[in-house]
């Protein structure tokens, strides 16, 4: 047998020494098991709290403030370019084309001069707006992209001027300081016209006058200097 403190000990002794040993081996490992739960649990409301912020910031953010980029090109479902935002030899541009990659409008600032292009399904220019120094023009072209009406607004006043298929002038009006401006070239004519397209009233290429055509088309009375 054992001695304890002079005395031999015995079996019960040797086990109640055992029970409290265990007793506290198991409140040690409750101490670490509880320790390391409120660590973990800490650490998880850490990263919900963590989320919670960014997703608050992010909603009171709202969209993107700034985007800095040289040359924006936006897509089909194709992989087709539809729209492109760049630079063109410095100038600031955008174009939109159709679906058979063919550009129908076009806005640009060239040398600091705003200008919009719209052009038809072969890529002819038919209209086109800009604005310089003189003032704003707005310029209709025909089918083979030569224009054929200006109208523009400069210094002088507003004005109206018509080209044929050669782009020479046939016809002008205009608002100056003066008074008004009317111009028909190569043969002057003025008709007015029924729903019919009917000339009601002329003047011929003859000379100064005056004519008046009936519902045929024939002239019923005229008066020619």
């Known amino acids: 047998?054992?001695?304890?403190?002079?005395?031999?000990?015995?079996?019960?002794?040797?086990?109640?020494?055992?029970?409290?040993?265990?007793?506290?081996?198991?409140?040690?490992?409750?101490?670490?098991?509880?320790?390391?739960?409120?660590?973990?649990?800490?650490?998880?409301?850490?990263?919900?709290?963590?989320?919670?912020?960014?997703?608050?910031?992010?909603?009171?953010?709202?969209?993107?403030?700034?985007?800095?980029?040289?040359?924006?090109?936006?897509?089909?479902?194709?992989?087709?370019?539809?729209?492109?935002?760049?630079?063109?030899?410095?100038?600031?541009?955008?174009?939109?084309?159709?679906?058979?990659?063919?550009?129908?409008?076009?806005?640009?600032?060239?040398?600091?001069?705003?200008?919009?292009?719209?052009?038809?399904?072969?890529?002819?220019e038919r209209v086109g707006l800009s604005v310089d120094k003189d003032g704003p023009f707005l310029s209709l072209s025909d089918e083979n992209g030569k224009s054929r009406a200006w109208l523009a607004v400069t210094k002088y006043g507003p004005g109206l001027s018509l080209y044929d298929e050669k782009r020479e002038i046939r016809a002008w009006l205009g608002v100056i300081k003066d008074g008004q401006s009317l111009g028909l070239k190569d043969g002057p004519s003025l008709g007015l016209y029924d729903e019919k397209g009917k000339a009601g009233l002329g003047v011929t290429e003859d000379g100064p006058g005056l004519a008046l055509v009936g519902p045929d088309g024939k002239v019923i009375w005229s008066a020619i200097k």
């Open 1 to 124: 047998m054992a001695k304890k403190g002079g005395e031999s000990m015995t079996i019960e002794d040797r086990l109640e020494n055992m029970e409290r040993e265990l007793g506290r081996v198991k409140r040690r490992n409750r101490w670490l098991l509880g320790t390391m739960l409120l660590l973990v649990g800490g650490l998880v409301a850490a990263g919900a709290f963590k989320t919670t912020v960014n997703s608050a910031q992010a909603q009171g953010a709202g969209a993107v403030k700034e985007v800095r980029a040289k040359r924006i090109v936006l897509e089909d479902e194709n992989g087709q370019e539809r729209a492109i935002l760049g630079l063109i030899e410095d100038n600031p541009a955008l174009k939109l084309f159709d679906k058979n990659g063919k550009t129908r409008a076009a806005l640009s600032l060239f040398e600091d001069e705003p200008r919009l292009a719209l052009r038809d399904e072969n890529g002819k």
